[in-house]
């Protein structure tokens, strides 16, 4: 057996040639220990030969994988079906298996969830710097004067999502305004939303209002092609767009756009091209940009702006022709 090495990006990649045979579970693992010691701890482990499977090779990337999640990393292997199935039926799922070379290397990517709600209607407090807007920078007196009794009407309407133990309070200072989230399968609200729209005439995104036209203002009774969790994306690059949150977090919200839609399309090859570094710089982006999409993750605009800053020049190189 040979073991043929080389990187992608910041991942390095193991292949097998020859058959395996547990008398080869020293070399991997004295591989592994190398690259670990190299300071790479991502591992692509291809299989490529039919392997018979083998209670010695599977001793052998068990270790191999329990090293490395010791050092942060982790081990992906594409292997043949045969191999696959032996796996699976020894240890459940816990060799993650990948169906090709691109498929392993992305699942080192935080790209996130897809199909997620969206979640409106989170604010600052006060002056605060904060990823959400503050409502009263968004009161329109004549915004959808017309529809604003069913718009009222559909956030009541909405069904329940998460309680939460203690009340909002108005950000114009009217008390406490509800404790619960709702949501139409689609879009995720605070209970207290329909009270900003009615007393204080805030308006809402349009492609959220476009949602109640649609459903002729009644919340649809069940929502379909939408599987993830609740996410503030949306809200965040909204209010961005507005320039009512600090700007770098929508560049950067923008920026894992562009990434998510290379990468969908993205060969091996292309993936090749990157540096290590530049690999760390474009995953550092969506890194920040999940922590901007989950709901508790606070971040400074600096930090944000200079993750940005370094990471133009990467993103250039992954649209450059091969
Ligand atoms: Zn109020």
Same mark, same amino acid.
Request: charged letters at 20%; one cysteine or more; a negative charge.
């Given at each position: ?25 020293? !070399? ?6 190398? #690259?670990? +010691?190299? $300071?790479?701890?991502? %591992? @692509?482990? *291809?299989? =490529? ?53 691109? !498929? ?6 935080? #790209?996130? +969830?897809? $199909?997620?709600?969206? %979640? @409106?209607? *989170?604010? =600052? ?198």
């Amino acid at each position: 057996m040979k073991v043929l090495e080389r990187a992608v990006g910041d991942i390095t990649v193991f292949q097998l040639q020859g058959d395996i045979t547990g008398a080869q579970g020293p !070399t991997l693992r004295d591989r592994v220990d190398d #690259i670990i +010691a190299s $300071g790479s701890i991502q %591992v @692509v482990l *291809l299989m =490529a030969e039919p392997s018979h499977a083998d209670e010695a090779v599977l001793d052998a990337l068990i270790d191999c994988r329990k090293t490395l999640l010791r050092h942060g990393g982790d081990l992906r292997i594409v292997a043949q079906l045969e191999f696959a199935d032996y796996a699976v039926k020894r240890l459940g799922g816990w060799l993650p298996l990948c169906s090709s070379e691109t !498929t392993a290397v992305l699942s080192f990517w935080p #790209i996130g +969830a897809t $199909g997620c709600m969206r %979640v @409106v209607g *989170l604010w =600052a407090h006060g002056d605060e710097v904060s990823k959400y807007p503050n409502p009263r920078r968004l009161v329109r007196p004549e915004w959808r004067t017309l529809q604003r009794v069913q718009i009222a009407s559909y956030l009541r309407a909405g069904k329940a999502g998460i309680s939460w133990k203690g009340f909002s309070s108005c950000r114009f200072g009217c008390g406490a305004n509800g404790s619960s989230d709702l949501t139409d399968g689609i879009w995720y609200w605070p209970e207290g939303l329909a009270h900003y729209v009615e007393a204080h005439s805030v308006c809402l995104p349009e492609e959220f209002v476009e949602t109640m036209a649609a459903h002729e203002w009644h919340v649809p009774p069940e929502s379909r092609g939408v599987t993830g969790p609740p996410t503030v994306t949306f809200w965040v690059e909204w209010a961005s767009a507005l320039g009512l949150v600090p700007a770098p977090f929508g560049t950067c919200l923008g920026m894992r756009h562009e990434i998510k839609a290379l990468l969908r399309n993205a060969t091996t090859e292309r993936l090749s091209s990157l540096s290590a570094p530049d690999t760390q710089r474009l995953k550092r982006i969506l890194q920040l940009a999940g922590i901007l999409a989950s709901w508790e993750g606070v971040l400074e605009p600096s930090e944000v702006e200079g993750a940005v800053a370094d990471a133009k020049p990467a993103l250039g190189r992954l649209h450059a022709p091969v």
